[in-house]
């Protein structure tokens, strides 16, 4: 969990950062509709989950850009990691109940998804949050039962929290595509529209790539 202290008397968005933490706390949230026709065949071709492909395909967006790696360390410093993890909730039909894990992020799928079915495996009985969870962490949700037109997350704290909070509902066919909502929820501190833009065009770059 490497990071990097940031320098606020050379960073670039220091002003803006201390203007949204000092006067005006936003969360911006935004959701796109995302083709994932070419995703859902690449589950089956090669038997990796859908979920934990979008996961990384996600992940994969999120480590590339500076301003979704933002945090605090223990003394309350401003930090940048060097890469962050998708903290992703697992659903329990048998007892309607999620358990709440990390996987750690690794740049290349298959060592990914490796992971995330040795976590899966780890902590099968477990409900809520595992225990000894990483902070270099980002938020990853699902809404596999609706297509919905927008969701937004509120995060009940100070106004504190700077990483992403990232959730996707149900994918339909329409027109012979499979389309599938993506939100974002960021900070206003860390981000504008247009990192917000870019993470959406991205996820959609990687996904016509696969």
């Not at 979008?54 to 360390?73: A, G, L, P, Q, T």
Request: with cysteine; glycine share 4%; proline share 3%.
């Amino acid at each position: 969990m490497d990071y990097t202290v940031v320098d606020m008397e050379k960073w670039k968005r220091a002003e803006l950062f201390s203007h949204y933490m000092d006067y005006m706390r936003i969360v911006l949230s935004l959701t796109v509709d995302i083709d994932v026709t070419r995703l859902k065949e690449y589950s089956v071709k090669t038997g990796i989950g859908f979920y934990p492909l979008m996961i990384w395909v996600v992940s994969k967006v999120i480590n590339s850009h500076d301003e979704f790696k933002y945090s605090r360390n223990e003394k309350g410093e401003l930090i940048r990691w060097d890469t962050v993890s998708p903290s992703y909730t697992v659903f329990h039909k048998e007892d309607e109940n999620f358990t709440k894990m990390l996987t750690e992020y690794s740049e290349d799928l298959f060592e990914f998804y490796e992971r995330f079915k040795e976590d899966g495996k780890k902590h099968e009985n477990e409900r809520a949050i595992v225990k000894d969870h990483p902070a270099n962490f980002f938020d990853v949700s699902c809404l596999p039962w609706v297509k919905y037109r927008h969701f937004d997350m509120h995060v009940f704290d100070n106004g504190m929290f700077l990483a992403p909070v990232v959730t996707w509902g149900k994918y339909e066919e329409e027109n012979g595509r499979l389309i599938m909502p993506l939100s974002m929820n960021i900070h206003h501190a860390v981000a504008d529209g247009f990192h917000l833009s870019r993470f959406f065009n991205e996820v959609q770059e990687e996904i016509n790539s696969l």
